[in-house]
């Protein structure tokens, strides 16, 4: 392998380290376990939404509903628990439901034959919507008080945050079915050709609706983590986070044209985002340069990532 294509293949991780080696030397308070493992535990959710956007970019599309996924999920799992509901149960619903909400992303692109772009606008629109209805507008408290909710979001095991433990075990599945299962395979192959993958018997419009499903149920476990966290639910959850799981998976070095990239390169980039974050508050940067500095460091990779395709 020659130098140059070395570099491009390693890019992200390189990058993620000058990083925390830059931090390191700018704050001494980086480098410590307890800074280490809040890093860890705030790109958690980033991640998980991630995941599953990669999925979707891989297909060529793309999914700017996931925030809004993510919302209604919460706000129903919370309603359920409200209701009386057993915890778990009631997770595992607010799961299915936020897969429910990606299958509708998949049917209207694949049998509406709307572009992913419009199709997930308008849905975003309608779930953030719905999600003000069931609140009124105000978060949901009086959450359940039983270990097994309190653990998801709050919870260590072995010094190791839940929610890190939850990242790790999805990553760990979703990277063994984009990697060795026949449905994996087909998510390259349509965003490396659609036309070509149709013709040569692939089920085009099944394996991209999946992709979605996937995407949805990553936002959906995502928000509630995060509702676990705060002990309750907020209407306007996860406002923007399409646009922070858009940047992990492209800084991960996945092609927004689809057909190339992998899971891994998302962890790492959602790992970029989130070190960013940790040292630029660190460093007591406002908020609003923080916001500057994470633009260019996408950009960057769009840029990248163009010159590497043409």
Known sequence: MKAKDLIQKMGPLLGLLVIVFTLTILTPNFLTVNNLLNVFRQVSINALIAFGMTFVILTGGIDLSVGSILALSSALTASFMVGGMDPILAVLIGVLLGALMGGLNGFVITKGKVAPFIATLATMTIFRGLTLVLTEGRPITGLSEAFSFQMIGKGYFL????????????????????????????????????????????????????????????????????????????????????????????????????????????????????????????????????????????????????????
Do not use: C, H, W
């Not at 630029?280 to 990532?305: H, P």
């Open 159 to 310: 010094g190791i945050p839940f929610p890190v433990i939850i990242m790790t075990v999805v990553f760990v599945i979703l990277y063994i079915v984009l990697k060795q299962t026949t449905f994996g395979r087909g998510i390259y192959a349509i965003g490396g050709n659609e036309e070509a993958s149709r013709l040569s018997g692939l089920k085009v419009d099944q394996i991209k609706s999946g992709a979605y499903v996937i995407s949805g149920a990553m936002a959906a476990l995502a928000g509630i983590i995060l509702t676990s966290r705060l002990n309750s639910a907020q209407p306007t959850a996860g406002a923007s986070y399409e646009l922070d799981a858009i940047a992990a998976v492209v800084l991960g070095g996945t092609s927004l044209s689809g057909g190339r990239g992998k899971i891994v390169g998302t962890l790492i980039g959602a790992l970029i985002i989130g070190v960013l974050n940790n040292g630029l508050n660190l460093l007591n940067v406002s908020s609003f340069y923080q916001q500057v500095v994470k633009g260019g460091v996408i950009l960057l990779a769009v840029l990248l990532d163009r010159k590497k395709s043409a």
